[in-house]
Structure formats: C-alpha cells, structure tokens
C-alpha cells in the first residue's frame, strides 16, 4: 500500500483534545490522503460539522441516517484504507471494545476490515480504570493499535497520562500503519533505551557523549506502529516524544539499569540502544567546585554496571521472568565485525546491531547504516538510510524470534 493517495476515516469522539485533531486531519491532506471525518455527536459541541467539511473537503456525518441511500454505515468503512480515532475518549473506546453500533463511527468501526488506529485522551484516572484497561486490553488483542496517551498538563489543573499526543506523532505512527508494517508486534511488550547517560561530576557539571537518541526514538516510534506497548528508557534526549509510548526519563546509567530492569520484567523484547557510560566518578561533590581551588582535583571514576550483559546473565541464570530477546548495540571504529562479534558473545544477546562510527558517522544524523549480527552466526547488512528503515529491520529480525 502506498503512502499516499489513501481513503481515511478520522473519527473523532468528545474529548477537548478534538481542536488537535484538525491538524492531524490537515496532515494527511496535505499528504494527499482523502478523508472523510465521522464525528460522535458530542464531538460536534468542541468543534462543529462545518470545520470539518471544509478542512476535508468531504461529508460529514454522525449518524446513520443521513443518506440512507448510500448506505453510510456499511460503505464507509468498507472502503477505509485506515481508521483512526483520534481522541477516542473512554466512552468510544468501551463502545468500540464491545461491538456497538449505536452511530456512525461505532458503525464504521465494525464494518472497517482496514488497520484500525485509537489514540486515547481522557483523565488519568479514567485511562487507569480497570474498566478502560479491559478495553484496550481487548482492542489490542483484536489487532487493533491503541497507542498510549503522553503525559502532561491535562484539561484542569491536573496532570498525568491522558493526553492526546502531538497531532504530527499520531500521523507518524498512521503512515506506518499504512505502509504496511502494522500488527505484528500487537499484544507483545517492548523496552526501547535511548539517548546517552550523564554521570554528575558535580550540580552543573557531568561525563556525557554524543548520543542524540534519534535511533531510539525510531525503535520506539516504528514498534508502537507496529502494535507493540512500547517502554521507552530516555536518556537525556531533546526530541519530541513518539506517539504511543510509555515514557521513563533518566539520566544516569545508575537510573537506567533501575528503570530497564525493572520494565524487561514483564517484556517481550528489550533492545539497549542507548549510550551508557562505562564509568562514573567515584565521588560527587553535592556543591559546584570552584575554580578558585589551588590545583583541581582528578576526578577518579569507578565501572558502572553492563546492563546489557546484566540481562543477558539474568536470563542464562533462568532467573524470573526475563525478555525473550535482547538486543544490544555497539559502536566501534575499526575492526567492526570482529569487536561485534566478540561483543555479542560476551554480552550473551541475541541480535547485536554494529555501526561504525567516526567523523559524520552515525551520532545525530538521520540516517544510518548498521550489520545486524545474530547469535547463530548470520550478518544482515542494513544500508545507509533513515534510522527508521533500520529500525524495521530490527523488528523484523525481533518478531522471527517471538514465538
Ligand atoms: N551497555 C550497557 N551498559 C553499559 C554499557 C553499555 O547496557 N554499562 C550497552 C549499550 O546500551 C549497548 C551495548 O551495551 O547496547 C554496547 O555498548 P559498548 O559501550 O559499545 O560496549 P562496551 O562493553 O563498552 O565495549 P567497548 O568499550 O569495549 O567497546
């Protein structure tokens, strides 16, 4: 299916979020997808009928009776290349989860035979009623990707996950969808680092490197399209959260191995893309050290835990539950498959993606170029290209390995 020129359904239900949706709609005209926009009733009380029309340039209906003729309830989704509900509040998350058909969106979403996209928005404490978790629980069994909401200021003075994510996140996460690459890693949990671990020296200085999380971000944005609950370990990063996935923020590697550890529990896959520090300084001065000292002192540094290599024990050891796949990462400059190889082995994953960095190579760039090393000995060249084609290719070298 091409990337354009595709016939979607925006359905929105009534959520103060809605005034989002216009900019979500507006990004996949202009990306020259024809969409018609089926509104719940009460989504009409945010933003009325005539926004929508004119920004589609198409009908808008809510209910079932209006041109009966075209038998709306039926052709609509029928002929939908994707649906997506963005917001879908609580109310149409539940109607969609049990089947009903009480207007023209529930209608569509039962005869659509398309991939079906929710991204919720509603309170924190409706998004973590049991009763919403059994829905999505359900949705998401059925194939459908409901992405996870982000977490922020919500519509009063509370904050939380309920929020509808950036309008240009959800797009991201539909293109994907119909591109093609949609489902397969539906009802499977991933954990996804990113970014580059800070060891404080001191309150306003650390130890850093130069990773910008962009192939992090890709992992995490390219497995929430593809049906995953996605946990992604953020590591100092400066870029927009990706639609759909649950965000842990760290900073040093100490916080990293805590908050990975403690997600791979429960995952089916955590792939360690970030870029942990080796070391850290033994000791942290709690005040800023000044110039004015005589001689500065030398910072001593101690190893910092390999979690990557941690992982990999913990699962040989058998101990608990523990993912199903591991992938690590390893940057080197010279000798590239042999360190790889070496390293895969030593940290006992099972995919190993190597780059070869250098000048230009690699850190903050969009683009990529990487072997896959596999614990059976195979080499899979990815060529230079967008960080999200490569990361495709990790799940797909991922999914062959999920039973
Ligand atoms: N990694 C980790 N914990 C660390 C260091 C690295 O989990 N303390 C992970 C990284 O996330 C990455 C992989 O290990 O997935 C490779 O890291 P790298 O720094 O290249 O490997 P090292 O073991 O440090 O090997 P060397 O310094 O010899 O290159």
């Known amino acids: 299916m091409s990337e354009a020129g595709n016939t979607v359904v925006l359905g929105v239900s009534a959520g103060i979020a809605v005034y989002k949706s216009c900019e979500l709609l507006r990004l996949f005209t202009e990306s020259g997808h024809d969409v018609r926009v089926v509104p719940t009733r009460d989504a009409l009380r945010f933003v009325g009928e005539p926004t929508w029309a004119a920004l589609s340039g198409n009908p808008v209906a809510t209910e079932v009776w209006e041109s009966v003729h075209e038998v709306p309830h039926v052709r609509i989704g029928q002929s939908a290349d994707l649906v997506v509900v963005a917001p879908a509040t609580a109310d149409v998350l539940a109607r969609a989860a049990h089947g009903m058909a009480n207007d023209l969106l529930t209608n569509t979403l039962l005869t659509a035979r398309c991939p079906v996209v929710f991204a919720p928005a509603m309170h924190t404490e409706m998004w973590e009623h049991p009763a919403t978790r059994a829905n999505v629980a359900t949705l998401r069994e059925r194939g459908a990707v409901v992405i996870e909401p982000a977490s922020g200021r919500l519509t009063g003075a509370d904050t939380g996950p309920g929020r509808l994510p950036d309008p240009a996140e959800i797009y991201e996460v539909c293109r994907r969808v119909l591109a093609g690459r949609g489902g397969d890693l539906a009802g499977r949990h991933v954990v996804v680092s990113a970014g580059g671990t800070r060891e404080a020296i001191d309150p306003v200085r650390f130890i850093g490197n130069r990773s910008s999380g962009l192939q992090g971000y890709a992992l995490a944005r390219t497995a929430v399209a593809r049906g995953a609950e996605v946990t992604l370990v953020s590591a100092n990063v400066a870029l927009p959260d990706p639609a759909g996935a649950k965000m842990v923020r760290v900073e040093s590697a100490t916080q990293l191995r805590e908050a990975v ?61 523990y993912p199903r796949v591991i992938v690590g990462f390893a940057a080197e400059t010279d000798d590239v498959l042999a360190n790889g190889r070496a390293k895969l082995e030593r940290k006992g994953c099972d ?43 990790v799940w797909n070298l991922v999914v062959r390995r999920l039973p």
């Open 261 to 321: 550890l403690a997600a791979a529990e429960h995952a089916d896959a955590v792939v360690m893309a970030a870029a942990v520090a080796d070391f850290r300084p033994v000791r942290q001065s709690g005040t800023k050290i000044k110039k004015s000292a005589a001689e500065p002192d030398p910072i001593h540094l101690t190893k910092n835990p390999d979690i990557l290599a941690e992982l990999g024990e913990t699962r040989r050891a058998g101990g608990g539950t």
């Open 351 to 393: 995919l190993l993606v190597v780059n070869q960095v250098g000048e230009n190579l690699a850190f903050g760039t969009p683009d990529n170029a990487a072997v896959v090393l596999t614990a059976e000995g195979e080499s899979v060249e990815i060529p230079r290209g967008p960080k999200e084609d490569l990361a495709d290719v």
